[in-house]
């Protein structure tokens, strides 16, 4: 008799609420079909999703708290390194450029394997994830002040420390959040990595440069707090 009531209360469960199954368990984190329901308090569901929220990938919160953390390092760097409003914009331009093939290349590695990341590849967040590559316009002011000093030999040095760098990077921040994704097995990932490293500096240095000029051709602007 037990086992009919309780086949019958799951044949209920799914004429009648099959539709709303899925707002019911985010409403309800411990709702289960046939079982004992125990209500949790408002605060404790409220945090458990946002937690949930937070956890499951890579989110549009997190992307915006980048693009605040990087519009600051480019504020702070473009003051520090004296760019002019035409270096600036061509470190925007660059920046604009790396993260358009940012996506190429996160696409080109979840298609042969290398990496899975938890995005979702809807057009606001794909915008966002652009905005961020954009507002990394202090790289490409910093390379700019490198090259200028140093010429093309410096820029090299910088790209091989950037090679060997980025990988354990990559997979520091992997393990750190484990929810944003993972790389796949092998020496082809780290490899992979390596060459995006190179290939979006260049990518972004070259477009800088060709919006604002070589880079020992403009002078450097006044710092803010300098008199005229």
């Known amino acids: 008799m037990a086992l009919e009531q309780k086949t019958g209360i799951r044949l209920l469960y799914d004429e009648f609420f099959r539709g709303y ?5 985010l409403v ?8 004992t329901y125990k209500p949790t308090s408002t605060q ?15 989110t549009t919160t997190q992307l915006h708290l980048f693009n605040f953390l990087y519009l600051v390092l480019s504020v702070v ?22 993260g358009v093939v940012l996506l190429g290349i996160v696409g080109l590695g979840e298609r042969v394997g290398w990496w899975h990341f938890t995005i979702t590849w809807r057009p606001y967040f794909l915008t966002l994830m652009l905005i961020d590559g954009t507002l990394c316009a202090f790289i490409f002011l910093i390379t700019w002040r490198i090259a ?8 090299a040095v910088v790209l091989v420390v950037l090679a060997v760098i980025g990988p354990p990077r990559d ?20 490899l992979a990595i390596s060459a995006s490293y190179v290939v979006l500096v260049l990518v972004g240095h070259a477009v800088m440069r060709l919006v604002a000029g070589p880079a020992r051709e403009d002078r450097l602007a006044r710092r803010p707090w300098e008199s005229s």
């Open 21 to 25: 199954g899925v707002v019911i368990r």
């Open 148 to 155: 200028r000093r140093f010429g093309w030999r410096g820029l």
């Open 77 to 98: 760097v473009a003051i520090l390194t004296r760019a002019t409003p035409r270096r600036i914009a061509g470190a925007l331009a660059g920046g604009a450029a790396m």
């Open 44 to 58: 404790s569901v409220r945090t458990s999703r946002i937690w949930a929220k937070w956890r499951g990938g890579m």
């Open 28 to 35: 309800c984190l411990d709702f289960r079909p046939n079982s």
């Open 171 to 190: 997979q520091w921040y992997m393990r750190r959040f484990p929810e944003w994704g993972s790389y796949g097995p092998g020496i082809a990932p780290v």
